[in-house]
């Protein structure tokens, strides 16, 4: 069979696209490293991972390192609320600050005030800053509002005297521990880091601090961390920044599953998948990788399960296996890549985290710490699970829902 030049050349593109790494002749961890090259993002060494799978494992362990601070603590979070976990932390701030320690404390204007009551809000952080706590706004709620449809803060980020830092999906609020009445218990995880990793978490709030205060921190010695190796977990720090660094995170994600060569394990509330992040998956199951998506029947808000069925759907007819988790709200963002790596951030797999919001993941490249996450979907696959076809997309969900996803799907990107 002989080909025309122009069919050369399509061949030569098109293979390209398919297979943006060349995953046969090279090992994983150099096409990892070149993956990051590439991106500009710089690999720590010599981090210790500690996952932290739910919120009372969360809360306990970061407030037991809290009351080891000594010099200061800074906090970033999505949302803020003034209930008993939001009460303990501040008054655990409070007790810090008059030990000595430098308390810093961003939040999302707009995530913690749409669903706060104001009357008690105001009063609880006018009490937080009476002790010296210094609480800022993100982006202040205002008249006429507009500005708050785009970016917003999604970060969760704290680190305690540049030695230790925490990120993941839990915000400030104690349904991570007592869940709702809507959603039933809320599943999450989060991490805590150590080693050299941390100075990229830092950084990652000092730039928000000036944002915010205009305070720049780098330029005092006491707000640089600079911990020593204490573990053998290489770590890569994703800052998803809008304008700047807007297309980063998704990129990251997009090559993380271009070099998987056997499976991809997902976990995600909100994977209603932007364009990049589809066609990579797409890649990696015209590859022959087992994809495995997992996703919550419950949700906390009303529409988004109607567009992520069918975007599930869609996924389960090109061959990826769902599963649908009955076992309550699972707001975890994880993704494991063959067995040998994984990330764990703020990111969900939606148009808001990867277009608009800021954002942070931790790209983990230790198998140790993603077999322990492989093991916990596996667990949650045989007690919580149910396997989710494209002919159960009519079965699951009514003609009046399908039809809200098929609407919401063309306008996914804002929600």
């Known amino acids: 069979m002989k080909f025309k030049s122009f069919q050369v050349l399509l061949l030569i593109l098109f293979g390209q696209f398919l297979l943006p790494f060349p995953v046969q002749c090279q090992n994983l961890d150099e096409i990892l490293h070149q993956m990051l090259d590439d991106l500009g993002i710089p690999i720590y060494e010599g981090n210790r991972i500690t996952l932290l799978p739910s919120g009372r494992e969360k809360f306990d362990d970061m407030f037991a390192y809290i009351r080891k601070a000594e010099s200061y603590i800074h906090l970033e979070y999505f949302k803020l609320k003034d209930d008993s976990i939001g009460h303990a932390l501040f008054d655990l701030l409070a007790e810090k600050v ?5 308390v810093r404390f961003i939040f999302d204007s707009y995530a913690s005030r749409s669903f706060t009551d104001k009357a008690t809000f105001d009063p609880f952080l006018d009490s937080a800053r009476a002790v010296g706590i210094d609480v800022r706004e993100f982006d202040k709620v205002k008249f006429p509002y507009i500005n708050h449809a785009y970016h917003r803060d999604h970060r969760k980020i704290v680190v305690v005297d540049g030695k230790y830092a925490y990120t993941g999906g839990m915000n400030v609020a104690d349904y991570y521990i007592h869940g709702t009445k809507k959603v039933g218990e809320w599943r999450d995880m989060h991490i805590r880091v150590e080693g050299p990793s941390v100075a990229a978490f830092e950084h990652i709030f000092a730039v928000m601090w000036y944002a915010v205060s205009g305070e720049v921190l780098e330029l005092d ?8 190796h204490v573990g053998e977990s ?23 599953i271009d070099v998987a060569q056997n499976e991809i394990q997902i976990v995600n509330p909100y994977p209603t998948n932007v364009r990049t992040v589809r066609r990579a998956l797409k890649r990696a199951l015209r590859r022959g990788v087992n994809v ?9 808000n009303n529409i988004t399960p109607d567009i992520i069925g069918l975007e599930m759907k869609k996924m389960a007819r090109r061959g990826a296996t769902v599963w649908y988790y009955d076992g309550g709200f699972h707001h975890t963002k994880v993704m494991t890549i063959d067995h040998r790596f994984c990330t764990i951030g703020t990111t969900n797999l939606d148009g808001r985290s990867l277009l608009y919001d800021y954002e942070v993941n931790a790209f983990i490249y230790d198998p140790l710490v993603t077999h322990e996450l492989e093991e916990i979907f596996y667990r949650d696959v045989t007690q919580n699970c149910q396997v989710y076809t494209s002919a159960d997309w009519k079965k699951r969900f009514s003609l009046g829902h399908r039809i809200i996803g098929r609407l919401g799907s063309v306008v996914k990107t804002f929600f």
């Not at 008059?98 to 430098?102: H, T």
């Not at 010695?221 to 020593?228: G, I, T, V």
């Not at 290489?234 to 993380?256: H, I, L, N, W």
């Not at 495995?292 to 906390?300: L, P």
């Open 292 to 300: 495995q998506i997992m996703v919550s029947t419950n949700c906390d």
């Open 234 to 256: 290489p770590v890569a720090v994703v800052d998803r920044y809008p304008y700047e660094g807007s297309s980063q995170m998704r990129k990251t994600f997009a090559r993380a």
């Open 98 to 102: 008059r030990q000595g320690v430098k």
């Open 221 to 228: 010695s006491r707000y640089q961390a600079s911990p020593e």
